[in-house]
């Protein structure tokens, strides 16, 4: 059954407050958030309700709790839709494509015209859901919505290019763990349409991202390399850290490209808008994420970020803290990581790109 309008503007606030504060955002690229605050109880036609869902999905995707109305907007609101309205609904797919969205995450890599982050793969599955729905009856609306997945793709290989050509290993990193992420969306969504091994996406944009991939020159194919071997076990959906609600108060709260997280940790341990025990609630989060996940890098890095700032230091967080979490961060491998400076801790980050690089030249 699908979730009411109003409950999904309900789960909007919860997940991401803040974009009901302030002037109305003005413009076409965030056309969704007004259409968010817009939204007044009213019944919505299947049309407009598509919309609400891929607005309200936009919107949370780089928050701690997205919507949980992806499979909606890429599956199963395709299904039963008579010809005119699938039509309607890929052209506000292709208009998502437009939408600005700065606003509402922090996993980004890159900047200007070739900027990456994470929504690029949120675009991609509702594409992947347009294209195969519109296939036979609206084939002229299909190859529209191919040939605008298809510039993306390429956007994102010259970005990536870019990026490795400034020569900025972090930012490499950071650029591999997006496109495989948008690379792994496209595919997943590509197999749950069950599209043919000849399909014309399949052919151009399947396995771009895979290792040793030689679509787009092989560069997508290097990302999604390096993704694999040192990004991905840091970059996934951060299920503990929905527990830490005070984190959702505000933008500049939301969570970058892992595993550099000790900036944002700083951030967290001495934000204005969250108090002592908002800032152990996250700690809390984080602890229990770094046993529950297997000791993720990013988690200590943001650990060591809290601690460096925090009023009063670690005794003072120690009060508001349960006795295991405490003895968590004062001994053990966690206290060991909490101790590796940043700046050495990037640079072995970095050093595996760099090596990486030079035994791909040799």
Known sequence: MAISSALLIEQVRMAAPFLFDGPEPPGAALRYLRVLRGYNGRPLNALDYYELCLCAHWATAGSFVPTDVDNGIRWKHWQDAQP???????????????????????????????????????????????YAACLEIRPGVSKIVLDAMIDEAAREDAAFAAITKAGDALEILKASALIAHNFGDLSRVADQWELKADDALRVSLYEAAKPASPLFGGRLGHAGDLNKRFMSADNHRHYPLRAAKGL?????????????????????????????????????????????LHEPAGYARALSGILEVFAGGRRALGKLLPAKDLRMLESGPLKAALDVPQARFEAQWANRVTKLHLDRKS
């Open 248 to 292: 959702r108060k505000s933008a500049d709260l939301l969570l970058p490209v892992g595993p550099f997280f000790d900036a944002w940790g700083r951030r967290v341990g001495r934000h204005p808008g969250l108090s002592p025990e908002e800032v152990a609630e996250a700690v809390r989060a984080l602890t229990d994420g770094w046993v529950r």
């Open 84 to 130: 005119g309205l699938i039509e309607e609904q890929a052209k506000l797919v292709l208009e998502a494509l437009t939408w600005d969205y700065a606003p509402v995450t922090a996993r980004i890599a890159g900047e200007g015209p070739l900027r990456l982050s994470t929504h690029e793969g949120t675009w991609f599955s509702v594409a992947v859901g347009a």
